[in-house]
């Protein structure tokens, strides 16, 4: 499986931002695939993440309530719908997919990743 990771920009604190995350290859219906975010000088961390089956979700709680994970089958594509948009968000953002359907938010666990889409919020 490949990731394509894209939508990223420079937006206003407030703003909202759609990243998408195209796939290559066959997803399977346990895959796991999820969300993550790196800041300049900090480590990686979950931001949110999605069965592909059956579309159960779980997302971090610094996003819980502004931030929207789905997928499009159809597509191959996953999204994350980010509102209330804060310069606390601003990072690059990276889909990633766990083929073994763990459901962690451990970055360890993704055995795929896509090559990141940066996100800047100006306050």
């Known amino acids: 499986v490949q990731l394509q990771a894209s939508g990223g920009g420079l937006v206003q604190a407030g703003d909202s931002l759609r990243l998408s995350c195209a796939a290559s290859?066959?997803?399977?219906?346990?895959?796991?695939l999820g969300w993550f975010r790196q800041a300049p000088g900090k480590e990686r961390e979950f931001v949110a993440m999605?069965?592909?089956?059956?579309?159960?979700?779980s997302y971090a709680e610094s996003v819980k309530g502004r931030f929207t994970i789905s997928r499009d089958k159809a597509k191959n594509t996953m999204y994350l719908e980010m509102d209330s948009l804060t310069p606390d968000d601003a990072a690059v953002y990276y889909c990633?997919?766990?083929?073994?359907?763990?459901?962690?938010?451990?970055?360890?666990?993704?055995?795929?990743w896509g090559q990141g889409t940066l996100v800047t919020v100006s306050s």
């Open positions: 990633a997919a766990d083929r073994n359907g763990q459901f962690s938010s451990r970055a360890v666990e993704y055995d795929y």
């Open positions: 290859g066959r997803i399977f219906s346990s895959a796991v």
């Open positions: 999605l069965r592909w089956g059956v579309g159960r979700t």
